[in-house]
């Protein structure tokens, strides 16, 4: 008798809610409704159904990729995000904000900072007329 799993032991994945039939399928069975129509296997009077359901069938096909990829760019879009807001929340947690009295000076620093070069930008005249 084999051993019991232990308790800690990783859950098995849940299993993923799939199509029966998947767009690509949709394609291959269409491509087939096409080919048995025109190779004539079929009565005259069924060939113009068979290429509807084909022609319905790829732009079902077309329909659902266009579908699946808004899907998978809103899937990236939203893991993109949420990695973003995560790195940003253990930023905080590790590198502390500037604090609004901090942020207010700091613009009468940026007036300091333009007074140390009206010296040598300025046009003085004592400097040109010795």
Do not use: K
Not at 46 to 51: A, G, K, S, T
Not at 77 to 85: G, K, P, S
Not at 99 to 110: D, G, I, K, L, Y
Request: hydrophobic share 45%.
């Amino acid at each position: 008798m084999p051993p019991a799993p232990a308790a800690s032991a990783a859950p098995r994945p849940a299993e993923t809610n799939r199509p029966l039939l998947s767009y690509t399928s949709i394609l291959i069975l269409s491509g087939f409704l096409a080919g048995l129509a025109s190779a004539r296997l079929v009565p005259p009077f069924m060939e113009p159904f068979l290429f509807g359901g084909a022609a319905a069938g790829l732009a079902s096909w077309i329909g659902l990729g266009c579908l699946a990829e808004r899907r998978r760019r809103e899937t990236a879009r939203q893991a993109v995000h949420t990695a973003l807001h995560r790195m940003d929340r253990r930023l905080d947690r590790h590198i502390p904000r500037q604090s609004a009295v901090r942020m207010n000076h700091a613009p009468a620093r940026e007036r300091n900072i333009h007074r140390q070069y009206l010296a040598v930008v300025g046009s003085d005249a004592r400097f040109y007329n010795r």
